[in-house]
Each structure stands twice: as C-alpha cells, then as structure tokens.
C-alpha cells in the first residue's frame, strides 16, 4: 500500500488547481508564471509528478476532502474522503494530510464503473 503525505498548504494547492483552474495543471501554471509565483509553481509541478506517478487526481480528491472539512457535505462524500485521506496532527498545530493511493484508485475505478473494482483484494 501506497501513501502520499501532503502538508495542509499542499492540498490547499492541488484543491485550488480543481477549484479555481478547473483542474488543469497547465492553466496553473501560466498564471503563476504571469504574477511570477515561483515557488507555487513548482508546488504545482510536484503536485502533477505525483499524480502522474501514482495515476491519481490529487486536485480533485484534495477539493473534495476540504469540501468535507469546510461545511456541510453529503454523507457518501464524507465517508469515501475519509476511507482515502486523514489529518495527522503534527502536535504543533500544523496537520499532514495523508492520502492512500491503493483506496484513491479503488473510489476512481468505482466512480468510472469499472466492474473490476468489487473484485480487488483491497476493497
């Protein structure tokens, strides 16, 4: 099993990527090119790495977990971020968001209706 360990700043990133650039590293990245925001930039670009690596949306899982944290959201979408993601306090106020890959890829196969997914030994 697979875990990515991003800090709270880092999903805010890959959540504002799915939120405001609707999803697309590319439209991104040339707007922090434009106002020059260096070290955003290549927080997107690992950002994009790791998705690509993995072969998961960070941007969309990220927004959809901080949707669950910021207000009211349906039941189904509370309980499936909390099977792929959880806070781990760092004990100085700071917080990790820790992401199993193995279960974002189960909810994606699922979400896309692939009829495999009941049948793998994680689910």
């Known amino acids: 099993m697979h875990f990515i360990v991003l800090t ?3 999903a805010e990133t890959a959540a504002e990527r799915y939120r405001v650039h609707d999803n697309s590293p590319t439209r991104m990245a040339r707007q ?10 290549r927080l997107c670009r690992t950002i994009r790495r790791l998705e690509r690596q993995f072969e ?3 941007g ?3 927004q959809k977990f901080l949707e669950t944290q910021q207000g009211p959201t349906p039941d189904v979408q509370r309980k499936v971020m909390d099977y792929v993601a959880q806070w781990r306090e760092l004990g100085d106020g ?8 193995d279960r974002v890829r189960q909810i994606g196969r699922l979400a896309e209706g692939d ?7 994680d689910s």
């Open 56 to 58: 998961i949306d960070l």
């Open 60 to 62: 969309a899982m990220c």
């Open 115 to 121: 009829p495999e997914w009941a049948s793998s030994r």
């Open 94 to 101: 700071r917080r990790d968001l820790v992401v199993s890959v």
């Open 32 to 41: 922090l090119e434009i106002i020059g925001d260096v070290a955003k930039l």
């Open 8 to 10: 709270s700043d880092q």
